[in-house]
């Protein structure tokens, strides 16, 4: 069904297409301990039947009319404490070519939820394996709505929503790897205070004053900044404090 053509050195090079599998991240984390494939193998499929998103939750996406898809990476240059550098590149990546299109108001909702407005447009989901202090393999899982137009959730979007027009997957695939490999090399390169900058120029809320719930309850702050870990920090009732993913929820 999908045709490389993208203009990459590795990513999508190599490409493993299943009609349908549980996850696309399972998947590939299975065929990378199976066999020695490649840096930047990717698996894609037209239905996920137990897709996974960050913090537990399942990624629902209709047959055929999204992109489904994970990429193996090795970063082997990042430490472990360096993680959340690779949900910089991906999610600037996945952010440019969504402005690309038009979308201006795209923006990533920490730490890795692309938004158009203050609808979810796609997920990111990074699994890593560590080694030592360093990280030896990385699956990327993307999920991107394209022509998918009813949703059981209301803060859901797509391509096909926000710009009434059908798009072919593989086309939108051709164009999204190249950003995706441009990021990710930059990352290889050294440029994280770069990578660190543009994430946060699109970061979702920055300097803003909104809802926060952390356990159980509801509070306002703003969000200033993130740290070198990744975590989010909040400035609130003349506090500043650092939060873990799991630690503090945005109500839209």
Known sequence: ??????????????????????????????????????EGSLVITSTQTAGRGQRGNVWLSTTGLNLTFSILLRPSFLAARQQFQLTLAASLALCKFLKSLGLNETKI?????????????????????????????????????????????????????????????????????????????????????????????????????????TEGKRFDGIIEDIDEHGRLIIAHSSNRKAYEMKEVTFIL
């Open 1 to 38: 069904m999908y045709k490389i053509l993208a203009n990459t050195l590795f990513i999508g090079q190599k490409l493993i297409f299943v009609p349908e599998c549980q996850s696309t991240n399972t998947l590939l984390a299975e065929l990378a301990t199976a066999s020695s494939l490649p």
């Open 109 to 213: 909702k920490w730490p890795n939820d692309i938004l158009v407005g203050t609808k979810k447009i796609c997920g990111i989901l990074i699994e890593n394996s560590i080694q030592g202090e360093r990280i030896q393999q990385s699956i990327v899982g993307i999920g991107l709505n394209i022509n998918q137009i009813e949703f059981d959730v209301a803060t859901a979007t797509s391509l096909k929503l926000q710009i009434n027009q059908s798009y072919d997957l593989n086309d939108v695939l051709h164009q999204l790897l190249p950003l995706i490999e441009s990021a990710y090399l930059q990352l290889r390169s050294g440029n994280n205070n770069l990578l660190r900058n543009a994430y946060l120029q699109n970061l979702y809320g920055l300097n803003r004053l909104l809802p926060f719930e």
